[in-house]
Structure formats: C-alpha cells, structure tokens
C-alpha cells in the first residue's frame, strides 16, 4: 500500500531542493540595461549587494551602478547572461562545496577569505575580488 502511495504523488514532493536564485526582473532603458529585483537577489543568497555587484559588473565587463531602483548596467546585457553569472557567483561565494547548501559565511582571517558552512562546519578558501569597476 505504501509503494502505490508513494507512486501516485508528484514527483516534486521528493525533491529536497529549498534554495533557489530568483530569475532577473528588469528592462532595458535606451543603451542600459536595469535590474529591478537585485536586492532580492543578493537578500536570498545571504550577500552584500556590494559584493554581488562586484563579482557581476566584473564578470559581464560593463560599468554599472546601484541605486533604489536596483542594478543599472552601462550596456545592453540579455537577462540570461545576468542569471548565469548570478549562478556562477553562488556555485563559488554561496553554496559549500562538501554538503551544497546555501548556509555559509564568508570570514576574513588575515589576508585571506574563507566560506564557511553553518550546516556542516567545512571551511574553504574563497577568491577575493579586488577591483571595483562601478561608474
């Protein structure tokens, strides 16, 4: 009885997946391009947004700046190169490398930073990012 339970629920039921990056809100404005929900983004993955926009203006090559309307990026950039670049800055700065769950810290110790998970307690050297390219 319990196999034909189990056969009849929806497979999303199974699945122990509670962190996900929300998609990239926004619209372009003549040569830029405007991100509206970047503070929900970096809120969600537990970050600065200083930080976010760092490693995101570094990694698309554009100048950008932030202001209360969200992230405005000095070129035309597609909303999914925004969203992989976001990916690849959680796979490094957010998610652990041993357990792959989103509850880390990022620590300074010296001249080095480390992530540091609050689930399973593993430490792992992270890139600092040393460059502002903001406008």
């Known amino acids: 009885m319990l196999k034909k339970a189990r056969s009849e629920m929806p497979e999303s039921v199974f699945q122990s ?3 996900e990056i929300p998609k990239v809100a926004g619209h372009l404005q ?3 391009t405007v991100v509206s929900n ?3 983004i970096a809120d969600t993955l ?3 947004p200083e930080h976010l926009l760092k490693y995101v203006l570094k990694e698309l090559a554009t100048p950008g700046t932030m ?3 969200g992230l405005i990026l ?3 950039v597609p909303a999914s190169r925004v969203n992989e ?3 690849k800055y959680a796979t ?3 998610l652990c490398p041993d357990c792959g769950k989103p509850d880390t810290k990022i620590i300074k110790e010296g001249d080095l930073s480390y992530i540091r998970c609050q689930a399973c307690g593993s430490k792992h050297q992270v890139k600092e990012m040393k460059a502002t390219l903001s406008t």
Do not use: T
């Open 38 to 40: 970047f503070f929900q």
């Open 17 to 19: 997946e509670r962190f």
């Open 46 to 48: 537990g970050r600065s």
């Open 92 to 94: 490094e700065y957010v």
């Open 30 to 32: 003549g040569n830029r």
């Open 85 to 87: 670049k976001i990916r």
């Open 74 to 76: 000095g070129a035309k």
């Open 67 to 69: 202001n209360n309307v």
